[in-house]
């Protein structure tokens, strides 16, 4: 919506609102002109005091006119009650309004779309509930309070000149209407760039809560770059209008010097011709009492309130206001809110192996560290995954298990040697377009933290798919895998899942029968069965390892190491493989874990 637009509905609602509250506003007013006399009285009484006082010798003259001022400031203070009674007789219903109309809100979008309130919630609508009303109401008050103020006290302050001297309206309101004038200028190209800035700020919490609720996915997926690639866009867009909202800003603190200092300086440079002209010298001090008192310090709030609350009030207000319909593509401005999770770029097909075929996996040497200080994790490792192997990596906690499938996957750089997957690099150099930086079809990662989004239970299913899975071969896999029942449970293929009433368990159990489905020809298993019982463990390591393709698994049982092919022990000085009957002998590490394990059950 436009800036013009935002303001079009927010003023229709405001004058709707106000012409409810006429008797309120005229009570407001009536405290007010008191505070027009407070001020009028300041200046007069001190100009009367030095004129017809001081420099005329009558010592109690002048006193008086003093003490005439301070029952002015005594009036100021009573009519300055009376205006805090009514300006709570008109905030007070606003924010009840607002709350009003923000569950109203809430239940009828609820109403309209169930779906997207069981996927993501309405976020949106809290903030308008608390924050949102709270900061409507605190910005509305101190407006009213301040535009009030500004104009009853210039009221007060132009009669109080007029009455002294006429001429002096002449000196000061020019400069008074320059800086006003400027200060103006700037408020429709600032309040259209804070538009744009909070808007970009919406889209940008939008599109980074979408990439973290499918991190790992997109991780996995090698699709890093792609993903962040739109993050950059909108960082760079708020970049730039956080400085053009700066340079704006330096434009308005200008216009508010010359309002607010500009007076002042006319006023005294044009003393002597004042003087020359028979406005007297009490005169002339008491226009520059109602400039330093009264006149430019309401003005300066007026201006400071007018640029910042005044933004803030008329976006806040705009989330209050019914939609109105929008000609424009849905693709031409960012959704503000919780949206769908971005689902990964297409899956190419899977590469040709070569012939005769190369190593499923194939390390050389291989160092990685975090940290150009830190110990090395992995250390001049050397491993060869023959194609329809199945291995089992074990070995302490924080050994660099989870390290080693990362080097695997792409996800992370060796430090020295080389990580090769199905014989091309599994990893891309620096600024080269590679396998590490976009989808990757030679193999699929599960992490331990299975992700599985908010979508039908098919589409939980075949994700990681390149192309459309028929029904049948997702009930085939789902019956391997042992599935079928939690997919009964849940409702069929096309019931919607929710992520957050599933346990950590069954999100795993799905998460496998996608990699089942995937077409990858290598599946990595990052402790992606730990929540599972050693059944239904059994069962689905069983069907990964009997389906085409290599199998690498970070065990957590021995039960694992024992169906493997060949184990893997990582010990942080040293790596040896070999099978589960060899490796007892061969490997100290090996043989207390297995005596671990079997001690545990």
């Known amino acids: 919506m436009s800036e013009y637009g935002t303001w079009r ?5 405001g004058r709707r609102f106000l012409r409810g509250r006429a008797r309120t506003l005229r009570r407001l007013a009536l405290w007010s002109l008191l505070e027009s006399a407070h001020t009028f009285l300041g200046g007069y009484a001190v100009a009367r005091a030095l004129d017809d006082g001081f420099l005329a010798g009558r010592t109690g003259t002048g006193i008086g006119w003093l003490a005439v001022a301070g029952g002015g400031a005594l009036l100021g203070a009573l009519a300055l009650r009376g205006v805090f009674g009514g300006l709570a007789d008109l905030v007070e219903p606003l924010r009840d309004g607002l709350v009003r109309r923000s569950v109203r809100q809430a239940i009828g979008q609820a109403v309209a779309d169930p779906a997207r309130e069981s996927r ?5 609508a809290v903030s308008r509930l608390t924050q949102q009303t709270e900061m409507a109401r605190d910005s509305f008050a101190g407006l009213v309070l301040i535009a009030r103020s500004f104009v009853f006290t210039a009221l007060g302050a132009l009669l109080g000149l007029a009455a002294l001297a006429p001429v002096l309206l002449i000196l000061v309101l020019p400069a008074l209407l320059l800086g006003t004038t400027a200060f103006l200028t700037t408020l429709r190209p600032m309040a259209r760039v804070q538009r744009a800035a909070l808007d970009t700020d919406e889209a ?26 739109g993050v950059e866009l909108l960082i760079a867009e708020q970049e730039r209008l956080t400085g053009r909202l700066a340079r704006w800003t330096a434009l308005r603190t200008l216009a508010l010097g010359v309002a607010g200092r500009l007076p002042v300086v006319v006023l005294l440079a044009g003393t002597p011709w004042l003087l020359g002209r028979g406005v007297s010298a009490g005169a002339v001090a008491g226009a520059l009492t109602y400039l330093v008192q009264s006149l430019l310090p309401a003005l300066d ?4 309130a007018v640029g910042a609350a005044g933004t803030r009030l008329l976006v806040v207000l705009d989330r209050f206001c019914d939609p109105e319909p ?4 849905a693709s031409g401005t960012p959704a503000r809110g919780p949206g769908p999770v971005v689902a990964p770029p297409a899956r190419p097909a899977p ?11 194939e390390l050389r040497r291989v160092r990685f560290a975090y940290g150009p200080r830190a110990h090395p994790v992995l250390d001049g490792l050397d491993l060869v995954v023959r194609p329809g192997e199945h291995l089992a990596v074990v070995g302490p906690s924080g050994i660099g298990k989870s390290t080693l499938t990362a080097l695997i996957a792409g996800l992370l750089p060796a430090d020295r040697g080389t990580v090769r997957v199905a014989g091309a690099r599994a990893r891309g150099a620096p600024g080269q377009a590679a396998p590490g930086y976009g989808p990757d079809a030679r193999r699929t990662l599960l992490p331990q933290q299975a992700y599985v989004f908010t979508g039908t239970v098919h589409e939980n299913l075949t994700h990681l798919c390149p192309g459309p899975v028929s029904r049948g071969e997702v009930e085939r896999a789902t019956a391997v895998l042992g599935a079928d029942a939690l997919v009964a449970r849940l409702g069929g293929p096309d019931a919607v899942v929710d992520p957050g009433r599933l346990t950590p368990g069954e999100r795993q159990h799905l998460a496998l029968t996608a990699a089942y489905l995937s077409p990858a020809p290598l599946l990595l298993l990052d402790e992606a069965t730990c929540h599972l019982d ?18 690498v698994v970070v065990a957590h049982r021995i039960s694992s190491a024992v169906r493997a092919d060949r184990v893997l022990v990582l010990d942080g000085t040293r790596a040896v493989c070999g099978t589960h009957a060899e490796l007892p002998d061969r490997s100290p590490l090996y043989r207390d874990l297995v005596g671990l394990w079997n001690a545990h059950g």
């Open 9 to 13: 509905r927010v003023s229709r609602e």
């Open 120 to 124: 993501a919630g309405d976020s949106g």
């Open 204 to 229: 940008l919490s939008a599109r980074t809560g979408e990439l973290a609720a499918g991190l790992r996915d997109v991780v996995a997926c090698g699709g890093g770059a792609g993903a962040g690639a």
């Open 301 to 304: 709030a007026l201006m400071t």
């Open 326 to 329: 929008d000609p424009r593509p």
């Open 351 to 361: 590469p040709a192996l070569p012939d005769p075929p190369a190593p499923a996996v």
């Open 534 to 551: 050693p059944r239904t463990e059994e069962r689905a390591e069983r069907a990964l390892a009997e389906r085409p393709g290599t199998l």
